[in-house]
């Protein structure tokens, strides 16, 4: 089994940082892409960025320029930075992980979750 421990959220005034993490812990023979989506109220679920274990990235529009996700193989972790926060960037961030197991070719996995909170 695996399980990936987010960390990092909170609430924070508009302009501001903050800094997620997302460990994946088990059994793990290698971990693939990571990645970060959320999910505000009354919306779907949104991917924000990913990266693969090459550390290619891919950004939403809405945080292209703002947001900065990161990875340290060696801890199978994964790190967003989101700076010059705004109001709607308001959701429950969620980690995603593609995970080769020992006797799984690949499978997802997510986070609990964490929130973040913009105020205006």
């Known amino acids: 089994q695996v399980q990936l421990v987010e960390s990092g959220g909170g609430l924070v005034q508009a302009g501001g940082s903050l800094r997620l993490s997302c460990a994946a812990s088990?059994?793990?023979?290698?971990?693939?892409?990571m990645g970060w989506y959320r999910q505000a109220p009354g919306k779907q679920r949104e991917l924000v960025a990913a990266?693969?274990?090459?550390?290619?990235?891919n950004y939403a529009d809405s945080v292209k320029g703002r947001f900065t996700i990161s990875r340290d193989n060696g801890k199978n972790t994964v790190y967003l930075e989101m700076n010059n926060l705004k109001p709607e960037d308001t959701a429950v961030y969620y980690c995603?992980?593609?995970?080769?197991?020992?006797?799984?070719?690949?499978?997802?996995?997510w986070g609990q979750g964490t929130q973040v909170t913009v105020s205006s």
């Open positions: 088990g059994s793990i023979v290698r971990v693939n892409a």
């Open positions: 995603n992980a593609q995970v080769v197991g020992p006797f799984i070719l690949e499978r997802d996995y």
């Open positions: 990266i693969t274990s090459g550390r290619s990235t």
